[in-house]
DNA sequence: CTCCTGCAAG
DNA sequence: CTTGCCGGAG
């Protein structure tokens, strides 16, 4: 029932945007750092962010070890919040150098469920950011759930206004077969439309793909 | 001015 | 539950 209607979302939004190939890393530790650089910021902003440690060939968690938290902030400062940031990604490091030999494949060989659970221990490692290392870096079944997902449902009256990042989160792990690219997708075309129709200020619901969901109530 | 693929601290 | 973090684009 509700799994018929997600899939309807997902084809309809599938139909107007096309395949959107989350996530735009070029590997799964660069996955790591976009996903905690894009917390609450715009990708635009991120990427700004992400060139400048590229330049410095800071992209990867041996470099990131050795350098100071404050040079990180000021490398990453395009990307807003950067001290914050800085911090952040240090502690993420620290745990994959200090745990996973700084190899991210090493933590495919936890259960996945500890891997979030640990991974969510990190401070400044939230559910959102979490489970976008875990769908997008390392190809878990986990679907990422963010702020214009709970928009989009909750305009169309599928879900309440109060309800907890793990409650939606469940509602697609129940309703939705558990598929990596599926999920990817899906999250990916929750943010297009998002960004294009579904804004938080004006809406344009008369253009919107999902218009018609309305009228099956 | 608001918003952006949040999160932790107060 | 509210606030601080913050640059860049529209």
């Known amino acids: 029932m509700l799994g018929d209607i997600l899939l309807d979302i997902y084809r309809w939004l599938f139909d ?25 910021t715009n990708w635009g902003n991120v990427k700004r962010a992400i060139e400048n440690l590229k330049r410095e060939n800071l992209l990867s968690p041996r470099a990131l070890r050795e350098i100071s938290v ?4 000021s490398l990453i400062r395009p990307s807003g919040y950067y001290n914050v940031k800085a911090r952040r990604v240090k502690n993420f490091v620290s745990f994959l150098t200090d745990r996973y030999e700084g190899d991210i494949n090493n933590l495919r060989k936890e259960d996945p469920l500890e891997l979030r659970r640990k ?18 870096a390392l190809d878990l079944p986990f679907f990422v759930v963010d702020a214009y997902t709970h928009r989009i449902l909750c305009r169309h009256g599928l879900i309440p206004e109060v309800i907890s990042y793990d409650e939606l989160q469940e509602i697609f792990h129940q309703n939705l077969v558990r598929d990596v690219p599926l999920y990817k997708e899906f999250h990916a075309l929750f943010v297009a439309c998002g960004k294009t129709y579904c804004k938080k200020q004006s809406p344009r619901c008369d253009d919107c793909p999902l218009s018609t969901l309305d009228q099956k109530f």
Do not use: M, R
């Open 16 to 40: 107007h945007f096309g395949p959107q190939g989350w996530w735009p890393a070029e590997d799964p530790f660069e996955v790591c750092l976009g996903a905690i650089l894009t917390q609450n």
């Open 70 to 73: 404050e040079s990180l902030a």
């Open 119 to 136: 991974l969510l221990s990190i401070k400044g490692l939230g559910p959102e950011t979490t489970d976008s290392i875990l769908l997008y």
